[in-house]
């Protein structure tokens, strides 16, 4: 794919955008907060504004060790994340409203969701938990996003509440698709035999190391790429498998990828993974708005891994049917853990409406409206950060060495807050 083969219909200006703030920043880029802007009309639609800097693809492209054709793989993730945007029409997943190209960056208007993220919400409130009812709500359209998006063949692969945004109306939307890819296929047929005994290797292998300090540089011998941290950039070694995986009639994929204590155990393993992935993540995240923490966290990146693929979640408190459907997601063996069906006729769920959920007028929290300080003379006297500038002293400064041990940073909104809207966190009866 070629930058110049981008459609002019979709093609935006910068000069015509004015970033407003700076909402967060991840593993290749920034995501500003943008209004649009032009010398002849002025509109009051603010947008998130997800810009990556080319510069540093290059770079990191040049310090691995692909081969000549290696820029199509770096920019492949780009290009398939512009074009799933370009194909959602569904009111929990965003839109493409613009791409910008130029030599030094590459961007993608999407909807702004002024609430902010789910993780943020959670911990504004006074036990930074929710309760099962407002878990209820939630769940139900994260299940309905994740089957829109498992019926396009799409793997989500990345789901954590710091992903899952508030739009205005209170609805959820799900962001950040970098990490997604696409399958031909939803089998899973052939996934049983080779999950256990790839499974029973591992787990071998993690319990001889965990035990023997010794023997550390050898710790977890089948996870590849653990000392290169979970990134979106797939395994030297493993791409040209990874990208097949993709591209071919593959019922499953290799990649490496995930944020660590949400991957899946099959992820971890590397023997293979498909859509249920995405049904662990929902587990994990449930998990964590009931207690307020992941289920399997370690003090390191190596214990975690051990503890998902070895340890039971400890599900405190009374037998419920929310803990049971947490339990039931976290199955470590992918054939035997709950799918979409099974899902949305669980006991968790009785009584919803499925076909009207989306439809709800008030949702457990109700963000307050965008309110943009600056007028129209404002809009067009001052223009804003120079997004080219800011995204390149970011990813070209001292810090970006320091950047990349950083557990998170696939995480585009992390630590999300949001600067242009009060802090009223009651919820609504829905």
């Known amino acids: 794919m070629n930058e110049h083969q981008l459609e002019k219909s979709s093609s935006i ?35 998130a504004l997800k810009v990556i800097s080319k510069s540093y693809i290059e770079s990191k492209k040049k310090n691995s060790n ?35 190209v130029n030599d030094e960056i590459v961007g993608f208007a999407i909807d702004y969701c002024v609430g902010g993220d789910l993780n943020s919400l959670r911990k504004r409130q006074t036990e930074k938990m929710f309760s099962d009812d407002i878990i209820r709500f939630y769940a139900a359209e994260l299940v309905l996003a994740l089957e829109y998006l498992h019926g396009l063949g799409i793997i989500y692969r990345d789901l ?59 710790l977890f011998p089948t996870f590849c790429l653990c000392n290169s941290g979970i990134t979106p950039v797939e395994s030297v070694a493993r791409s040209n498998t990874r990208v097949n995986s993709v591209r071919s009639d593959s019922e499953k994929s290799n990649s490496f990828v995930g944020t660590e204590e949400y991957v899946a155990p099959e992820i971890i393993i590397g023997n293979g993974h498909d859509f249920s992935v995405d049904w662990w993540g929902l587990g994990v995240v449930l998990y964590e708005m009931l207690y307020g923490a992941t289920p399997f966290r370690g003090i390191n990146r190596k214990e975690t891994f051990y503890r998902i693929l070895t340890k039971t979640p400890e599900l405190v408190g009374d037998q419920t049917a ?92 992390e630590g999300l807050s949001n600067p242009i809207t009060n802090k009223t966190d009651d919820f609504l009866v829905f």
């Open 322 to 413: 929310l803990r049971d459907l947490i339990g039931k997601l976290l199955e470590k063996d992918p054939t035997k853990r709950i799918s979409l069906g099974e899902i949305k006729n669980h006991e968790f769920f009785r009584g919803l409406d499925w076909d009207t959920i989306l439809q709800i007028s008030r949702p457990p929290y109700i963000p307050s409206p965008v309110i943009l300080e600056e007028n129209e003379e404002d809009m067009k006297g001052n223009k804003g950060i120079d997004v080219k500038t800011f995204v390149h002293v970011v990813f070209n400064g001292a810090d970006v060495e320091k950047d990349e041990n950083n557990k998170n940073k696939d995480q585009w909104v």
């Open 160 to 218: 954590k509440p710091e992903n899952v945004m508030i739009q205005e109306n209170g609805h959820l939307m799900i962001v950040d698709f970098d990490l997604s890819t696409k399958l031909s296929s939803k089998s899973d047929k052939t996934q049983k035999s080779q999950y256990k005994t790839q499974k029973s290797q591992s787990q071998s292998s993690i319990t001889k190391s965990i035990s023997a300090k010794k023997n550390r540089k050898k």
């Open 66 to 100: 692909q081969k000549e054709n290696g820029e199509e793989d770096v920019y492949r993730r780009i290009w398939f994340e512009r074009d799933v945007l370009k194909l959602f029409n569904h009111p929990l997943l965003p839109k493409l409203k613009g791409v910008i």
């Open 13 to 47: 200006d910068l000069e015509n955008l004015k970033a407003l703030s700076v909402l967060g920043r991840g593993a290749k880029g920034v995501v500003f907060l943008v209004q649009e802007i032009s010398s002849s009309s002025f509109t009051e639609e603010t947008l």
